[in-house]
């Protein structure tokens, strides 16, 4: 299972991360292509709440959804936090349920390309639109073939610093071209001082997608797609070097 021990380095490992500003990206696109001004949001994937935030701060209705029991646990305590409330459950992608529909769905930060199996693609897809109210949009963003398969890197290494302590976290990627996937094989070793506190192993697998393959998926779905532009670049075209594209789709 990924993100046992990853998820207690995740918020080290992108504390640089604009989240404030890719929620205000979010809620641009929300009133560009959205029929009606979304209240409640369904965030897909939402591990340790940095959408759900900034999101719940802007007044929207959350509900979280997340594989991973450990992320959603973190999620909970910061929402206490900042006294903020949104709805949590552990569940996957291809098979959660919930016995309501949503304005605007996302599921952002590549956490479509966990979705490896073309089966659980169609069957996630499908689980989403049914989701959605009519005229409802859902945005997410994934990582695109030509750039992945050109610009990869086989190994690296960065150190993490947190309160008092640091994460070394070094990377192996294993291409699987034939697949359209990748193993990323993270080795994280924690010190505090010149002491080890622990280290740990996770391997993600992730899948990659052309966007004609994209658009195959969506539209079989039932969706329309609106638009596909470069992350954060809303008015741009994707180019074949653009390795995260955003694409927004309509039910």
């Known amino acids: 299972m990924v993100f046992e021990s990853y998820a207690e380095d995740y918020d080290i490992f992108y504390q640089h991360k604009a989240y404030q500003k890719e929620c205000r990206y979010l809620k641009n696109i929300f009133n560009r292509y959205a ?3 979304p209240q409640t949001i369904l965030d897909l994937g939402c591990g340790t709440g940095n959408y759900l935030i900034p999101l719940a701060q802007m007044k929207y209705k959350l509900t979280g959804i997340d594989a991973s029991a450990q992320m959603l646990a973190i999620a909970k305590t910061k929402l206490k936090k900042f006294k903020l409330k949104a709805e949590l459950q552990q569940g996957l992608l291809q098979d959660f349920q919930i016995q309501k529909d949503f304005d605007a769905v996302i599921c952002m930060f590549s ?3 966990y ?23 859902f945005v997410f ?7 992945v398969e050109e610009g990869y890197s086989k190994t690296r290494k960065r150190v993490f610093k947190g ?5 070394e976290r070094s990377s192996q990627t294993t291409l699987l071209p034939e697949k359209n996937m990748c ?3 993270y080795h994280c070793t924690v010190t505090k001082g010149k002491d080890i506190c622990h280290q740990y192993d996770e391997t993600h697998t992730l899948r990659y997608f052309s966007i ?4 195959s998926y969506l539209e079989k779905a039932g969706f329309k797609v ?19 594209v955003t694409v927004v789709v309509q039910k």
Request: hydrophobic content about 30%; aromatic content about 8%.
């Open 35 to 37: 029929l009606k001004h």
């Open 111 to 113: 956490v479509i390309d």
């Open 115 to 137: 979705v490896t199996k073309k089966a659980d693609l169609s069957k996630t897809f499908k689980n989403i639109y049914q989701h959605m109210k009519p005229g409802a949009v």
């Open 141 to 147: 963003d994934c990582w695109q073939k030509e750039a």
């Open 163 to 167: 309160s008092g302590y640091r994460v």
């Open 183 to 185: 193993e990323v094989q």
């Open 212 to 215: 004609t393959e994209m658009k």
């Open 226 to 244: 609106l638009n596909i532009h470069p992350f954060l670049k809303p008015n741009g075209r994707p180019k074949k070097s653009d390795w995260d």
